[in-house]
């Protein structure tokens, strides 16, 4: 029986599955960041290679039939020697089809629909807005980074929770988002002071991202628990959400949209809001993006076989 091998190469991880033509899965395999403009060539290699011979363990790689690699940054496969660079990777494991790449916000848009076209919204970290044309990517709102845009993102929300806390600290009016933030930060059991808000900011503008994207699900907690700040935050980050994609999507398009990534893909107010809003807004079938790994792997069986097989749905 043919098998095809579908690999998410992320930024922070890389995750490759096996699976049949009609989406059973025969392995799985997890390992490091693979994207090489993040990591370099070389390492983004090895950590791919790892999930990729996990995810094989004792299959003879004659039976992988074709595959298929989600990468950020795709130009850096036009350069021959990183090219080659993979080709060589492929052989050590025994493949023997050429290396096929995607850019990875197309898996995300077909870990949620069989469709050829239509839209993804992403916030993970980062966040942005693409067109999904005949399933290549033609057109992409935000996107920017942190510091220029990705704006409703992980690290936008984070930024925005500690931007309360720290004037409520300094106030003297901390309520549950400033007492979530500052432990999470300064650690349990922090007074909830302005000497401490100060400690927030120290440690924000030390290590921007990895002190503020894990802040993020703090607003949806502290939402959830009445706060009114957080509140605000939730709806706020939507708001940009939908801005970004009415960048992209004009307003009588009927094309499915696809929500992706972890703030809209975990339950809680940001999703809710983008939903809601969503459906006012466009008459079109929205849904969630599930296994982007696996989503490589459809594409590289070629798209055929029946999506829900791939992708049940509760």
Do not use: K, Y
């Not at 995750?15 to 059973?24: M, N, Q, V, Y």
């Amino acid at each position: 029986m043919e098998l095809f091998l579908g690999i998410d190469a992320g930024g922070t991880s890389t995750r490759a599955l096996l699976a049949t033509l009609t989406g059973e899965r025969a392995g799985q395999g997890l390992a490091g960041g693979g994207n090489p403009a993040a990591h370099g060539v070389e390492a983004a290699l090895a950590e791919i290679t790892a999930a990729v011979r996990q995810a094989l363990g004792d299959v003879d790689p004659r039976r992988v039939a074709d595959g298929v690699i989600g990468l950020a940054g795709l130009g850096a496969l036009e350069d021959p020697a990183v090219h080659a660079a993979f080709g060589r990777a492929w052989a050590a494991c025994g493949l023997r089809f050429p290396v096929r790449a995607v850019e990875d916000p197309l898996l995300a848009f077909v870990a949620g629909t069989p469709e050829p076209s239509g839209h993804v919204l992403l916030a993970g970290t980062g966040a942005g807005a693409l067109r999904v044309e005949d399933r290549r990517v033609t057109r992409v709102g935000d996107a920017l980074g942190w510091l220029l845009g990705d704006e409703g993102s992980g690290f936008w929300l984070g930024r925005a929770a500690a931007r309360a806390a720290v004037r409520q600290l300094t106030a003297g009016t901390p309520g549950e988002l400033a007492r979530l933030v500052t432990e999470a930060v300064a650690g349990p059991g922090a007074a909830l002071t302005p000497r401490t808000g100060e400690i927030v900011i120290i440690r924000a503008q030390a290590a921007p991202v990895p002190t503020l994207a894990p802040l993020a699900p703090l607003v949806a907690r502290a939402a959830e628990a009445g706060d009114p700040a957080a509140a605000g935050i939730a709806e706020a980050a939507a708001d940009r959400l939908l801005g970004t994609l009415a960048g992209v999507r004009a307003p009588g398009e009927t094309t499915p949209i696809v929500l992706a990534g972890g703030v809209l893909t975990a339950d809680g107010p940001v999703r809710e809001h983008v939903l809601r809003r969503c459906a006012d807004r466009w008459s079109a079938p929205i849904s969630v993006a599930g296994d982007t790994a696996a989503a490589a792997a459809w594409l590289a069986a070629g798209a055929e076989a029946p999506h829900t097989a791939w992708f049940p749905r509760p």
